[in-house]
């Protein structure tokens, strides 16, 4: 079966009806989604109607959850005082445009989705808000995994995609208490993909373009797609509707335009 | 030469924390550290006086330095100064009625001084902790597996972590390991290498007041990165000693900070 897996549409309106049409003509037999269907951009209502509309199994992201929950992550969230002013005006601008079914349907979103052998998650198994950048320690990436009893791993949250494989993994340890005779562990992994499937609508990865996975759970292949729309459509929206024009800009170039935070792998204690 | 003491889960048990104390006293070489990684207090009457005796240092003792634990976290959860408005695991484990026990044992002001503790602390190249950098509740024991044990080393760019959740006294190195990597992205394929890791090591420290009559503990010379484990008999006519020692050795990353 041929699957379509994106995320992070982030109230992009344009960008996500490029995108349902580029898998349709891929003839993706299902579709995922994986989170932060509102925030930043300028269509959030629009957003989710189209993923309930088309019934597309979601689960909670991170942008959801605060709307949902209001912000109350700790002051990592942010990586500078700019950035959270920013974050700030687009959670506000955000919480005041959204419409009280956009918000029961998020509220209802599980954390994460099971296939066979493939899990689906927004930023990490253990949290929305952990990033699981492509060069974060191998080891730790693999506990990720292990963690879901998955051989894959889908999720997003970083907004650049990729597929990083971890093969061959293998741990030795001695175990010594007081009055127990030494015991020896081993442990070995076989193969286990991570794949992040990048941005449908706030793409990170240097061109405006939108990014999704098609995988095909017969021969196990990835491809990661890129897909062209009219994205200064969505940046005029932007900027008309008052959110932070630096948005606008930011969708544009495809790029962070912050400082990146110094632990990536910090999880907020709300 | 420098030694760390660390205790764990003392629980409001002030008779076997005076046993510690004293058999610390007894050591042949100076305490220069004193730990106590959370869970001071429990649902015991004796709960107050033992934050008031851990505050209070007598001439000649060291002064503790003290991390918030579980039992900790349960009497922020009943006092309202937690992220969390229900106490489910506190009742589970215990039953209901030690909601009242606990509240009654400790006041609201050693709650707000409890608040102030750090979460753990980092010396040198140790993480010393009540649970791990995940929370006060999670249990690493000897069965842990060999990759979570990893990560929560780790999470914190520990070579030694300390905790005590457990309540056991375990020493479990990890020494050797790898995993081959490759990562594909839009615009490039790298090839495949190959990561490994240098050993590290979780220490379960052990646990003071939960058994009656019987306290273990932890000494550390990180000088030579030695670890051993005490296991103290009290009460009735006087203190029986029985030490277990385990020793390794390992690197140095110099690095003092709380967590």
Sequence with gaps: ?270 | MTIWAMLSGIEGNLAAYEAVLADLKRQRTEIDELYILGDLVGATSESEDLVQRVRSPRRGEIEPQVCAGWWEEQCFILHGVSTQSEAPELIAKYGADTVKLLWDAVPHETVKWLRSLNFGFFELDSLLIHGSTVGVDDELTPKTSPVQMLDRLMRSDANNLFCGRSGLTFEYELHQGSVTVAVTTLDRQQEPIVNTVSPRRVIGVGNVGRSPGKATYTLYDPGINHVEFKTIRYGGTGFKVAQMARSAQGEHKPKNSRV
């Excluded at chain 1, 029961?104 to 950048?133: I, K, M, T, W």
């Excluded at chain 1, 492509?134 to 506990?143: H, I, K, S």
């Design chain 1, 1 to 270: 079966m041929k699957m379509a897996v994106m995320s992070c549409i982030h109230g992009n309106y344009e960008a996500l009806d490029s995108v349902l049409l580029d898998i349709n003509q891929h003839h993706a037999e299902k579709i995922i989604c994986l989170g932060d269907l509102v925030g930043y951009g300028p269509h959030p209502n629009a957003v989710v109607e189209m993923i309930r509309s088309l019934d597309i199994p979601t689960v909670q992201g991170c942008w959801d959850e605060d709307i949902v929950e209001g912000l109350n992550s700790c002051e990592c969230s942010y990586p500078s005082m700019l950035a959270e002013k920013r974050g700030k005006a687009a959670h506000e601008w955000t919480n005041q445009n959204i419409q009280p079914e956009t918000r029961s349907f998020l509220a209802e979103l599980p954390l994460s989705l099971r296939e066979d052998n493939l899990c689906f998650v927004h930023g990490s198994p253990h949290s929305q808000h952990e990033y699981l950048l492509p060069d974060v320690n191998a080891f730790l990436a693999l506990e990720r995994v292990l963690s879901t009893g998955a051989d894959v791993l889908f999720c997003g949250h970083t907004h650049v995609p990729y597929v990083r494989s971890l093969n061959a993994g293998e741990l030795r340890a001695t175990v010594k208490q007081p009055g127990v005779e030494q015991e020896s562990l081993s442990f070995a992994a076989p193969l286990k993909r991570i794949i992040n499937v990048g941005s449908v609508g706030e793409p990170r990865h240097g061109r405006p373009n939108a990014t999704y996975v098609l995988y095909d759970t017969e021969t196990e292949e990835v491809t990661l797609r890129e897909v062209q729309y009219d994205y200064q459509k969505t940046c005029a929206a932007i900027v008309e509707k008052g959110l932070p024009s630096i948005f606008a800009w930011r969708l544009a170039q495809g790029l962070e335009y912050a400082e990146k935070a110094d632990d990536p792998t910090h999880v907020c204690e709300r």
